[in-house]
Nanobody, 117 residues
Framework: QVQLVESGGGLVQPGGSLRLSCAAS????????MGWYRQVPGKQRELVARITKGGTTTYADSVKGRFSISSDNTKNTVDLQMNSLKPEDTAVYYC???????????WGQGTQVTVST
């Protein structure tokens, strides 16, 4: 059974930084992409950043220039470096893995990021 374990969330002041990490285990398929989504109460889950196996990255406009995604294909891990954090970045952040052939999604349990004074 695929497991995605996230770490690194927490409370940070505006302008601060956090690094989220996700490790995927029991992966028995080819991965197309790994990424991070976020969700606030009452809103849809939205893409924050994604990186394909080939290294192509996609970022939400709201985080471009502030967030950076990286992955280790040999370890099936994906990290999200978040700099210059803003209160509007407050959300539950979810790790995501997309299977290559079926494009099935797998999700972590989520980690809370709170940006506040």
């Amino acid at each position: 059974q695929v497991q995605l374990v996230e770490s690194g969330g927490g409370l940070v002041q505006p302008g601060g930084s956090l690094r989220l990490s996700c490790a995927a285990s029991a992966i028995t398929f080819n991965i197309y992409a790994m990424g991070w989504y976020r969700q606030v109460p009452g809103k849809q889950r939205e893409l924050v950043a994604r990186i394909t196996k080939g290294g192509t990255t996609t970022y939400a406009d709201s985080v471009k220039g502030r967030f950076s995604i990286s992955s280790d294909n040999t370890k099936n891990t994906v990290d999200l470096q978040m700099n210059s954090l803003k209160p509007e970045d407050t959300a539950v952040y979810y790790c995501n893995v997309v299977e290559r052939f079926t494009r099935s999604d797998y999700w972590g349990q989520g980690t809370q990021v709170t940006v506040s004074t």
